[in-house]
């Protein structure tokens, strides 16, 4: 009976252990919730101690089972048992990690628009480094979680989470050192990558190191836009833009709805209700002051006024319904008040100037300013309300 009872404590450890690494670094019934990450880290930092005991538990009642001339029943509920083990340590270490669900590209091609297969409505994060400037739609870098590329010289990490709706860009760097990353896993909803050199858990919507030993570190943060292809090669029309790997096809056919809000997938779907977990609404933080706008009321609002921590705000969603900008409606030490038409067109009210939806006066007496841009990202109401947990809501 001890051996029974020895070989059963194993057979749970082992199938627990197996389970635990990945239950709590994935999106599975209530494991985002609770503050688990250290934990989480400690399973999967001594997994192969855990292992080594369970075998060790389970090697000599094995022994001592196969070898009794009957008890036919206790070999068979055994080797139930281990199958059971061995059904569960296939599952989560070969088809529910990350890293098996979710492939870099093979092959990054970077072509001119005017050469894209990439259709001008397709939402893309746009970034600029050292006067180059690239697009990398939302639909291929949603499937990857990241891309890796050189702009302008300089090495740069694109990230994107579709359980968030939060597109970041980073430097790899570790110190002065560039670092290689996987997709591990996620933390409250947010994809989480570990470095290659020290094992660390790295945050996507922040870049902070939350587990190993440089927790507490942040990678290096570059601004990104998101916008449509359209209007990003307007602003950029040297633009290159990232095209698709034939080898995920069929991965990027099942994000086509995605940037449009309409999976229908839990995770990922949209609430078309205002201020729900699912909504949409565009973050701004200004001198760690942070505030949340509804997408909706933004489309129907088309341009918002407002001002956050001393800085006035001009926030608009330009007549494509998936363009936005935010800008500081200071220009010349004098606070602007906008207005819009249903051309894009922007309007002052204190020197009745005209500025286009890229935030450039184009006639009256301020033509030639710019306006300054104020970073902002849009993203579900509670990937925001999560990171940015004292943010206010712009009501």
């Not at 092959?107 to 397709?122: E, F, G, Q, R, W």
């Not at 029309?237 to 309409?262: H, I, R």
């Not at 051309?343 to 184009?362: A, F, K, M, P, Y």
């Not at 007496?365 to 943010?391: D, M, N, V």
Request: charged fraction near 20%; glycine fraction near 6%.
């Amino acid at each position: 009976m001890r051996n029974i009872l020895l070989f059963i404590f194993g057979i749970l450890l082992l199938t627990a252990a197996e389970i635990a690494k990945v239950y709590f670094i994935m999106p599975m019934p209530g494991s985002q919730e609770a503050e688990t990450i250290d934990f989480a880290y400690w399973i999967h930092q001594n997994i192969w101690i855990i292992r080594v005991l369970g075998w060790l538990l389970i090697a000599y009642p094995v022994f001592k089972l196969l070898t009794e001339p009957k008890r036919v029943w206790r070999k068979a509920s055994m080797l139930v048992l281990l199958a059971v083990y061995g059904t569960v340590f296939y599952l989560f270490n070969f088809k529910y990690l990350a890293e098996k669900m979710f492939y870099q590209p093979r092959n990054i091609v970077m072509l001119a628009v005017k050469n894209s297969k990439i259709p001008p409505n397709k939402l893309v994060l746009g970034l600029v480094v050292n006067g180059q400037a690239r697009a990398y739609p939302i639909q291929f870098i949603g499937y990857h979680h990241q891309v890796r590329d050189t702009v302008g010289g300089e090495p740069v990490m694109i990230t994107y989470c579709t359980v968030c709706r939060t597109g970041r860009v980073f430097r790899p760097l570790v110190g002065d050192k560039k670092e290689e990353f996987r997709l591990v896993g996620m933390d409250h909803f947010n994809a989480m990558f570990e470095d290659k050199t020290t094992g660390s858990w790295w945050r996507q919507v922040n870049g902070e190191a939350i587990a190993g030993p440089l927790k507490g570190q942040y990678l290096p943060a570059m601004q990104a836009e998101q916008m449509t292809l359209q209007a990003w090669s307007e602003l950029h029309p040297e633009t290159l833009v990232l095209q698709p790997d034939s080898t995920f096809k069929e991965q990027y056919a099942s994000m086509e709805p995605y940037e449009k809000g309409k999976v229908k997938r839990k995770l990922t779907g949209r609430d078309s209700l205002a201020w729900k977990p699912k909504s949409w609404v565009v973050g701004v933080e200004q001198n760690k002051t942070a505030r949340a706008y509804d997408w909706s009321q933004l489309l129907k609002q088309k341009v918002t006024n407002d001002s956050l921590a001393g800085t006035p705000l001009l926030l608009m969603v330009a007549s494509d319904s998936a363009t936005f900008h935010v800008w500081n409606r200071k220009v010349n030490g004098q606070t602007l008040h906008f207005s819009a038409d249903s051309t894009d067109r922007l309007r002052d009210q204190e020197t009745g100037s005209v500025w286009n939806r890229h935030g450039i006066c184009t006639d009256g007496l301020l033509k030639g300013k710019k306006l300054a841009r104020i970073p902002a990202s849009q993203e579900y109401l509670h990937s925001w309300e999560t990171f940015h947990p004292a943010s206010s809501r712009y009501l």
